[in-house]
């Protein structure tokens, strides 16, 4: 699903925010980035939804590559890319159910499509109650399934996150990494960035860590019950 063969990036500043990166994700597989505020996380993901491009190497996206994808075709792979932020980023004079929704209108999907999409995603991540509220009326983590909700209402077969439990108490990101975890269980490959060490060794899955650019590090964790067993 995603490849990065010997990527740099080099920002005008001089700062280098990935030096000779390479790794393959699979179709269906679920990893974690981790490292110091700086490391490359944000970077990398930027690269992936072409936010930003690469200096040297390429990056690739269910085969496709995308370093020298022209500006009319970035629409088309993005539709392919659900991103969740830290900060949500919702509309706040929206309801949920309209939140949610953007994405398919702005695809143009039909009304009676796009009803039934939302209506699903709000489902998945236990607030098909709340849609006609509105975001403030929310509590954090309630916010944060929103904006899962909305990334995933395309039902994209890449879901990126940008350390979405950043702004969350120890078992609500536990919740939000499950919903991850089910999202995976469905075939939805899943890259997240976090600095929450504590929270990735909840889950047995792959864990790439950067520092200064550079991975120096790709293994699969290990989760604390296996741990304890031994």
């Known amino acids: 699903m995603i490849r990065f063969d010997h990527v740099s990036k080099r920002y005008p500043s001089g700062h280098e925010g990935l030096n000779n990166v390479s790794f393959h994700l699979k179709d269906g597989e679920m990893a974690f980035l981790t490292g110091h505020s700086g490391a490359g996380k944000s970077t990398l993901l930027k690269l992936i939804a072409i936010i930003e491009r690469s200096t040297r190497g390429n990056v690739y996206v269910a085969g496709k590559i995308l370093t020298n994808s022209k500006r009319h075709q970035i629409p088309e ?17 929206r309801s949920v159910f309209h939140n949610v929704a953007l994405p398919l209108v702005i695809a143009g999907y039909r009304h009676q499509e796009i009803g039934r999409r939302v209506r699903a995603s709000l489902d998945k991540v236990g607030l098909l109650s709340r849609e006609t509220s509105l975001p403030l009326t929310l509590s954090t983590g309630e916010q944060q399934r929103v904006g899962i909700a909305r990334a995933v209402v395309n039902r994209p077969p890449l879901l990126l996150a940008d350390e979405p439990t950043g702004n969350l108490d120890p078992e609500l990101s536990k919740e939000v990494m499950l919903l991850f975890q089910q999202f995976k269980q469905v075939g939805v490959t899943v890259l997240i960035a976090t600095h929450d060490l504590s929270l990735v060794s909840e889950f047995g899955e792959r864990c790439l860590a950067l520092e200064n650019g550079r991975i120096i590090s790709d293994k699969n964790s290990f989760k604390r019950d296996r741990i304890k067993s031994h």
Do not use: P, W
């Not at 392919?80 to 919702?90: A, E, M, P, R, T």
């Open 77 to 93: 792979i993005r539709r392919n890319i659900g991103i969740v932020f830290q900060n949500n980023s919702l509309l706040t004079d």
